[in-house]
């Protein structure tokens, strides 16, 4: 039996792909040893999965089909840069995205229909961000990156809507992922009472 490398995500709109590229554009000269999130792979993931089997991944979309109509669709704001772990020990750089609390919600509506079916979920705290580079190296001067996230600070990049949910497949190729939509579900504002 065949596994799929999958992953729960919110899409993004083109119009903040290219907001971002443009970011990172920017911050390719102050940051030279990362390594940037190609524009077309950015999403804003809720579940990494990993390699299921066909069976579970036929689980994991009834789960996402019972999120339908629960949430309302939402705007996300995209602003401020932050680094994982850490400052002192950047090694993923990304935007900052609000209303956290309400991001956080769909995060643990999905997961609770995710357990219903008896799928294990990652314990760790959700932490709503987009990823957008990876540092190579430690070696990324600490004062610049400090000096970056001031001057960056609460800068609005742009929005979205939160509207819709997708089941991908993630391919890894040499030359990067390709992500291939497997399951749409529209977060329905018509379904509530």
Not at 126 to 139: A, E, F
Not at 170 to 187: F, K, M, Q, Y
Request: glycine fraction near 6%.
């Amino acid at each position: 039996m065949s596994s799929v490398r999958a992953f729960l995500a919110i899409p993004l709109p083109q119009q903040l792909k290219d907001a971002v590229k443009t970011l990172q554009r920017n911050l390719q000269a102050q940051i030279p040893d990362a390594r940037w999130v190609r524009p077309e792979n950015l999403h804003l993931t809720l579940h990494f999965f990993g390699d299921v089997e066909q069976e579970t991944l036929e689980k994991i979309k009834v789960s996402v089909l019972s999120v339908k109509g629960c949430k309302r669709p939402l705007t996300v704001e995209v602003k401020g840069l932050g680094a994982f772990p850490n400052w002192h020990r950047p090694r993923i750089l990304w935007l900052d995205l609000e209303p956290k609390d309400q991001l956080r919600q769909l995060y643990e509506s999905c997961r609770e229909q995710l357990q219903h079916v008896g799928l294990v979920t990652d314990s760790r705290p959700y932490s709503p961000h987009l990823t957008i580079g990876r540092l190579r190296q430690r070696k990324s001067c600490l004062t610049d990156l400090n000096a970056l996230n001031a001057s960056i600070g609460g800068k609005l990049v742009g929005r979205f809507s939160v509207d819709r949910l997708i089941l991908f497949e993630s391919r890894l190729h040499a030359d990067g992922a390709e992500h291939i939509p497997l399951l749409t579900v529209n977060l329905d504002e018509s379904n509530h009472l």
